[in-house]
């Protein structure tokens, strides 16, 4: 079992910075795949961006250029950096995590066996 705690969220002006953390257990976090998500009322959830166990990464369109994502494997941590925040960007923020080996449709929220509570991120025009 894995359990995901997001911090760093919050509100911030259009074209700031925020750096959301992922706390993850257990002693075998080097060897999962690691997603960001982030959903708003109404919408699926859907992916920001996704880093496979061996520093593989994944950004969607709408993230590519602004958001970097990291992971720490010593202290079980995964982090995304967000730049240049637009009001779009607003939503709550989940970290997922997948014991899969391929990195394969890391995209997919279907494919990840773990999530935290979420956090929320509100950028202001």
């Known amino acids: 079992q894995v359990q995901l705690v997001e911090s760093g969220g919050g509100l911030v002006q259009a074209g700031g910075s925020l750096r959301l953390s992922c706390a993850a257990s257990g002693r075998t976090f080097s060897t999962y795949n690691m997603g960001w998500f982030r959903q708003t009322a109404g919408k699926e959830r859907e992916v920001v961006a996704a880093i496979s166990w061996s520093g593989g990464r994944y950004y969607a369109d709408s993230t590519k250029g602004r958001f970097t994502i990291s992971r720490d494997n010593a202290k079980n941590m995964v982090y995304l950096q967000m730049n240049s925040l637009i009001p779009e960007d607003t939503a709550v923020y989940y970290c997922?995590?997948?014991?899969?080996?391929?990195?394969?449709?890391?995209?997919?929220?279907?494919?990840?066996?773990?999530w935290g509570q979420g956090t929320h991120v509100t950028v202001s025009s």
């Open positions: 997922a995590a997948q014991e899969k080996i391929s990195f394969r449709g890391s995209y997919s929220p279907s494919v990840y066996d773990y």
